[in-house]
């Protein structure tokens, strides 16, 4: 205990020596909107749909199809993802070419009901049961992405469902892992943390252990939310045979989507798929 002392007192030190300057780039955080209307993908049409998930509930999905596509890929976003600021996402995920359902999460954007875990999880499910049995999607073809919060999600669908494959990026491994990065263990001597039963729930490493579809994972070196040793672990523990790790030395908790070996990787697992649906696909008894 007396290492904190210390510490405390260098931070005092250091405090007291240096100088912060803030310019506008740190207070001014642009980000252009983006909606049906204005979508300008070439060649890829939007559908604007609102989706039951259960009686009195729907939530806002955009549906983007393409003649030449591919596959399809289910993305899940982070718990700060709204449709109308996903612009970048809309014209990567389309690009192999595959098509692509992203939704916003209950009680945001436009879509209803409230937020919660459970909630996010069924939901999820839902989704994947209408491309299938609604709009005839071949799980031999369909992916699962996840950024973030979404990668449980994204994990959760390949445990109930079959995928042909799944993208996590920027991942956590368990809720527990998430808030020791968070919040450094000096913090937690003097408060305490609390994490709702619902949330310990979620568990990354035992559900990419049972995987068997193939795996892209994405890490930000420079990721200050998900630690990227999350992301590697990840990669190390899943059954997948077919697994592969991206890092991006600079990358931080955004828009990795962006970096042209996380595209090439994307790219790559949806051509395995096209090539050889059945050698890539992973099924899930009774399914």
């Keep these: 205990m007396r290492s904190f002392p210390l510490l405390f007192s260098i931070s005092l030190v250091l405090v007291g020596c240096s100088s912060i300057t803030i310019g506008e780039e740190e207070v001014f955080y642009p980000k252009s909107s983006v909606t049906p209307e204005t979508f300008d993908g070439e060649g890829v049409t939007l559908r604007n749909q609102f989706l039951p ?27 700060g993802f709204y449709l109308v600021q996903s612009r970048g996402y809309l014209h990567t995920l389309t690009r192999p070419p595959a098509n692509a359902v992203l939704w916003d999460y209950r009680g945001y954007g436009r879509s209803e009901g409230e937020p919660g875990v459970e909630a996010f999880r069924h939901d999820a499910l839902e989704l994947y049961d209408h491309l299938v049995e609604e709009e005839g999607v071949d799980p031999q073809r369909l992916v699962v992405w996840g950024h973030s919060l979404g990668s449980f999600l994204a994990t959760h669908v390949a445990q109930e469902r079959s995928v042909a494959g799944v993208v996590l990026e920027n991942p956590a491994t368990n809720v527990d892992g998430w808030v020791d990065h968070l919040i450094p263990w000096y913090v937690r001597l003097f408060l305490g943390v609390d994490v709702a039963p619902a949330l310990r729930t979620a ?9 068997e579809a193939p795996l892209v994972v994405v890490a930000g070196e420079e990721d200050n939310v998900t630690d990227p040793a999350m992301a590697k672990r990840l990669h190390q523990e899943a059954g997948s045979a077919q697994k592969t790790l991206v890092t991006v030395p600079d990358g931080g908790h955004n828009e990795l989507y962006e970096h042209e070996d996380v595209q090439a990787a994307y790219a790559d697992l949806v051509t395995r798929i096209a090539a050889d649906p059945d050698s890539t696909a992973a099924r899930v008894e009774g399914r």
Excluded: I, K, M, Y
């Excluded at 568990?203 to 995987?211: C, F, G, T």
């Design 53 to 79: 998930v259960t009686d009195s509930v729907e939530v806002n999905a955009w549906h983007l199809t393409q003649p030449e596509a591919e596959a399809t890929v289910l993305f899940f976003g982070g718990n």
């Design 203 to 211: 568990d990354n490493v035992a559900r990419v252990q049972s995987l």
